[in-house]
């Protein structure tokens, strides 16, 4: 839970920022106020769970500032901090939607528990907004996208046969297992260089647009748009009704759709066809070759209908999934060495090198594997040569690898190379803004230092900085801050300094509050320490 604190008295209000164990509690200070101005700015900014507010401040009084917040809607829990024992100042209170009226001076544990049982309350609050109907409803809306997602993962093989029954019924579809399916790779051709309405950039508008017409234009098909790749349409047909003349209705529909799209966009689509129908686990292989026969395009030009054939005496196929090559470009951006590893293993898997019978065949996949990297190392600005260290030579000459498994080996100590490189880019990062976080509390140490308030000045939020520095340092900002002023102002005291002097030099303006931190860090006055 977030607090966001508005108290005018400067003293008191610093006092509730660090005299109280809120972080025990699980309670993150993101903002202190000293007028209703700059409380407003914070909230509008901050968005706080809870606000511990004083009526009586500059500006915008704290009254106002409650009905501001209760007119915006939003789920803060306010308690105030009065001076003034006045019915009609709790009855505004009260109206204002306010949680807890609490007078002046009132102790730091009644303060704490008027906080926490507001948070208590709060999590009640969510809990009932987010409850079972709440939860459906959104389920219910977010359907499509959960259909989607299974289709997915279906057609890229990432179910069991368990998990097609299960997960299918999980998002309403039937998908009956003694049925046929045939599938259709869909998508627009490359824009013509003479085309001035879309550019190369808008293909993924184009893309969206050709989904949304094979949805209106094939109903009897799903239609799956599969990130990173092509359109995938999936027709269910009778276990018993003729393969051939499910084949045969299926291209007729994808010739009808792609006229339909150029009529509609004004360019041109392609679509490839598996060969035949087959069974719910089948449908991965089937998707491999609507995919297949989609790339041949390049072949027979664009605005073309394409069947799956078999080529006599094929090479091993190289990769050709979109998907796991962006998968293991996120792993390698953020450095998640298990996942890129994993991901590779993957694409070695579909590659077929490992049934390759010719030198010709293994170097081609070499090469696949060498631009990939390539191209996602040039694409975030990473040293190739240097992240393939000796391995580099091999990408130039594979044939000096003695066999197929050593190429292997190769292939993952690059991408774990790449990742832990990018781990350590990371680490540097962090130990940067730790060391500029450090830096700022010995430059400043005259000064009322808060955590929300150098974030700011880094601009982070004060949630990730408070989580990186107690990672990097082993303790919390707010005892660093403290620890760092009580040692400066011993040394000070045991250097001859006066009271009042070592308190200025640590950023205490009360000699009476400084007196009492001091003491409660050392066990000792100021006094006993000064020789």
Known sequence: MNLLIVEDEIRLCYSLVNNLPWEQHGIEIVGMAHNGLDALELIERKKPDLLLLDIQIPGVDGLTVAKKVQEQGTMTKTIILSGHDNFTYAQKALEFGVYKYLLKPAGDADIMEAVLNAAEQLRRELELKHSQDVLQEKWRHNLPNLQNNFFVNWLNGKFVEWEITQRSLDVQLELEREARYAVVAVDMDPVPEQETRFSSQDMPVLQFALGGIAKEAMPGFWVCSDPGGPTALIFKAA??????????????????????????????????????????????????????????????????????????GNKPVLPAD????????????????????????????????????????????????????????????????????????????????????????MLIRVVRRAAIYVQKQRMSVSHQIVKQLLGIVEEEMDQEISLHQVADRLYVNSSYLSRLFKQETGKSFSAYVIERKMERAKAALLDGAKISEAASMVGYHDGSYFTRVFRKYWGMTPGEVRP
């Open 239 to 312: 276990f018993d009704k003729d393969a051939d003349a499910v084949m045969l209705q299926v291209n007729t529909d994808v010739a009808r759709l792609l006229s339909t799209v150029k009529e509609c966009l004004k360019l041109t689509a392609s679509g490839g066809i598996c060969r035949t129908t087959g069974s719910r686990e089948e449908v991965p292989e089937l998707y491999r070759q609507a995919v297949r026969a989609l790339q041949n395009r390049i072949v027979y030009g664009g605005n073309i209908a394409i069947p799956f054939r078999e080529e006599p």
């Open 322 to 409: 979109a998907n796991l090559e962006k998968t293991l470009e996120i792993a390698l951006q953020t450095g998640d060495e298990a996942k890129a590893a994993e991901t590779l293993e993957q694409l070695w898997a579909m590659s077929g090198i490992m049934t390759a019978e010719s030198v010709d065949d293994v170097q081609e996949n070499v090469m696949f594997f060498g631009a990939l990297l390539i191209r996602i190392m040039q694409k975030q600005g990473w040293p190739f040569k240097e992240l393939t260290g000796d391995d580099f030579a091999h990408f130039l000459n594979p044939q000096a690898l003695g066999h197929k498994e050593q190429i292997h080996a």
